[in-house]
């Protein structure tokens, strides 16, 4: 199940991270998504909307890969996986939070940033994790030195990637996709601009696709 999803964000490349506060907000923004190239989405547990949101993407989106983001525990593990998602994000790495995913059957990308997480992560069998916040945490070269040890580790950088280096990011062969946020920015989903969500969606896909 795992392996399949990791050869789907290859080739997607970027996984959009949406926090909404009205849930029904999800359905036109998951379909500018989809239309313009970019069938996925992350969607967070900042915000009481999220479990409601997946729930709802799901039915109007049934193809497209939907990650839970921001999830702390098992009680959020539990609400996202009935709601419908594909997979579970977490910013750091909770031993607690990914045993109950592994029982669940479920895959989750725990958040790391230093050698001591990664290592608690493989442990528990984990080879893809979120680098996590990438810019802030030494972004390409702490990256760079930290897969060198760790040769099977694969990793989702997340945090202050947008257009200007993230085709930086994903020149380096182990880095499976980016998550951001630039195309789908608390401000375009409150003013609920579909139309400028989508050309940026779109603009991110040519991106990183040539």
Excluded: H
């Amino acid at each position: 199940m795992m392996k399949q999803m990791i050869e789907q964000l290859r080739q997607l490349k970027i996984v959009p991270v949406i926090a909404v506060d009205r849930a029904e907000d999800i359905i036109p923004l998951g379909k500018a998504l989809a239309d313009n190239g970019l069938p996925v989405a992350e969607i967070t547990f900042r915000s009481t909307a999220a479990a409601e949101a997946i729930r709802l993407l799901r039915a109007a989106q049934p193809n497209m890969l939907i990650g839970a983001g921001t999830v702390l525990n098992r009680d959020q593990v539990v609400a996202a996986k009935q709601a419908g998602a594909d997979f579970m994000v977490s910013p750091g790495f909770n031993p607690n939070t990914v045993k109950a995913c592994q029982q669940l059957n479920i895959p989750i990308i725990p958040g790391v940033n230093n050698p001591s997480a990664i290592e608690g992560a493989m442990e528990l069998g984990l080879k893809l994790l979120k680098f996590f916040p990438a810019e802030p945490s030494g972004g390409l070269p702490m990256i760079k030195a930290i897969l060198a040890p760790y040769t099977e580790l694969q990793i989702m950088p997340t945090g202050g990637i947008g257009p200007n280096n993230i085709r930086d990011y994903l020149a380096v062969p182990r880095i499976v996709a980016c998550g951001g946020s630039w195309m789908v920015s608390q401000a375009l989903v409150g003013s609920q601009n579909w139309q400028e969500i989508g050309r940026l969606t779109r603009e991110a896909v040519d991106l990183v696709n040539t």
